[in-house]
């Protein structure tokens, strides 16, 4: 077996800035936030530099594909971390293609985005304390990509739990981040339960965790062995340890490591915490609700991919759950207010694209999708951040319009990545979904429902995209500009930021004619000192970088064929059946299904009544509207009234039921068992008090009636005898 | 002819007025010469089995039980000293502390 010694500094090199952040303020007193803007960007990008390293060094020499090595210096792969009975699991990484690529996505986009948070959150004087977790999220994410058995991944899967938790609520005094990340949170945990019986499966059935190991005996390992002997025949003779594993078993085992996906990815019906996800700092956004940790669902199944594939009943569901989601999240996009939300609903419907490419076996096509989504959605997030950052923290589009000519270059940025995610031709969002559609209409079964359905949904991400373009930088402007609030986000600010998210209504449309009576003075005034300004460069550069790679990375992948090669080994290729319309067929419609998407927002949002208020529907309509409840725009604004039956279900049932457990079980039954009980012991003392009188001749009595029936014991047993 | 059982008889006749005495009186001092009463009879009863047995055992416990009885005496008079200094009374009745 093939071993590696650089992987492990992929990770370490993380947790070694974590702990440099952490104690910052010990070590450097007034220098800490300086120092930490720099160890923190530079240890995540020295690990992508390591990763690269392996890419180049390592891995064309590995065996079969893959790596094993130790994750502490100076320790071996087989070095036993946990030994219970029978059970050992060892503290090994896996470093294959698939593991390699994640671990490079998430260092470089990653770093990328930490160089782009010193920027953003220059002025916060928790700067330290954001890069600690920003550090350790990295560390979690990568032993989660990396680990080299289900535990492992476990770890990494919780530690990055922990991490969004606590950067959702990172300004924490405003009680809705806590809210919010309680809900992440909690909702994860729903999931967690999931992969932890998965795992237990697992141990159960194939008596191991690892994914490979030296005697060939990897749960991947036998899985593919299973594979190799045809697709069907692999379900009836798959075989484990010489008893035949049914498929029940393993579609439970996939069904249950699907649930945990469900939670981490966001897919119906754990999908609710994401949205509200939003409440974090926009490079926690960026990073975690949008790049990395949201697809480590994807990477699960991708990786379990010799398990789903002996399991169609589950893949189906992971296709239909998928396509589902992605429909759900892009209908629910077309109505948000808040940008942040409309990219945290899109990041929603291109999960599920990802999700529906599992589904129907492409792999190679999700994690395709994975990496594009990650370059254009963490550019996107990083854009709307600047947008917000310079809008001094505004974030409700409606109080937006107009930005084109203030920030010439984050518009550029953005409009590159709204074209990538909107599958315009040629950008890598193109490739990568139409990668996906084209497999889904391949796919036997319900190819064509599958195929109409993520048409649909493609083209309305097109529209929803130039919608928040449109709101945001061309319809005229919505702010007067030098009268903007300062709503810079953060612990130490006394501005209450309501407006900021889709309950502000009221709000917005009060300050609405304001707005319209400043306009002529504005215009009077010029804008010689702008509020508006453009990001600094820490902000801007990362944004270049990652617009060049939602610009050509797709397409540069798609000519050389590399990516595929790359993955080919560790995935199972893709059951076709015939698609009904060829590859090139399918690039046209895809285009088209784009371009007919933006250009209906650019219908809409440039006829000069819209262009004016900047809204498509008059303000006053949906104040109407939203009385009713079974209004279809009411319907999509409260994201189809999920959070709504959630409450309902969850919180005011399960109240209930808490209630009745409170009142009855607990404070009926079990308290008053253990009272009764007190209440009884407590009487019989009651009763025998009254034998202590106090009176010393009682007592005398007490002695003297003793003796006597101890002298009569003795005389009368001696008379037994005596007999 | 005074019998060994005359003996006897007397002294649980002397044992059982002691402890009606302990057991019915209030004053802690005949309390006490009630209790020097049992004593006494037991001692009385040691010496006639003694005699009885032609043992000397007999009168030797009567003298290690004298020499205890002064020694527990003094000490149980010392204590009335002490209640009565404490609570102007030595009726037993009255020095009830053992009940809350």
Redesign the interface.
Known sequence: MSTSNLAMWIILLPFLGFLHNAFAGIIWKKNAKKMVSYVAPGVVLLAFGVAVAVLMTELPNAHDHHLIGALIPGTSASTPWIKLGGMTVNFELLVDPLSLLMAMIVTGVGGLIHVYATGYMAEDPEQPRFFTYFNLFITMMLILVLGGNFLLMFVGWEGVGTCSYLLISFWYKQVENAKAGNKAFIVNRVGDLGFALGMMLIWSVFGTLSYFQADGKGVLQLAGAGHAEGAHAALQAFSVMGTPVSTAVLTTICICLFIGAMGKSAQIPLWVWLPDAMAGPTPVSALIHAATMVTSGIVMLTRCSWLFQQAPQAMQLVGYIGLATAFVGATIGLVQNDIKRVLAFSTVSQLGYMFLACGVGNYIGGMFHVTTHAFFKALLFLGSGAVIHSMLGEQDMRKMGGLKKYIKNTWLVMFLGTYAIAGFPLLSGFFSKDEILHSALSSPGNGMFLYVVGLMTAAMTAFYMNRLMHKTFYVKQQFVDGELPHQHHSNFDDHDAHGHDAHGDHHAEASHEEDAHGEEEHEAHGHAHSQVHESPASMMVPLYILAILSVGFGGLMKMTGAFEKFLEPVVPAMVHAEAPISEMAGYIISSLVAIFGIGVAYLVYRKPAVAETGQFIPAETKTQWEKNPLNPYTFLLNKWWWDAIYNGIFLRLGGIFAMLLWKVVDAGIVNGTIEGLGWIVGGISKLSRKL??????N???AM?LGVIVLMLGVLGSWSIAAK | MITTSHFLVLSAILFTTG?IG???KRNPIVIFMCVELMLNAANLSFIALGRHFGQVNGQMYVIFALAVAAAEVSVGLGIIVAIFRAKETIN??E?????S
């Open positions: 202590q009188t106090g009176y010393v001749r007592y005398a009595l003297l | 402890v302990v057991l019915v037993v009745d020095v009830n502390l053992l009940k």
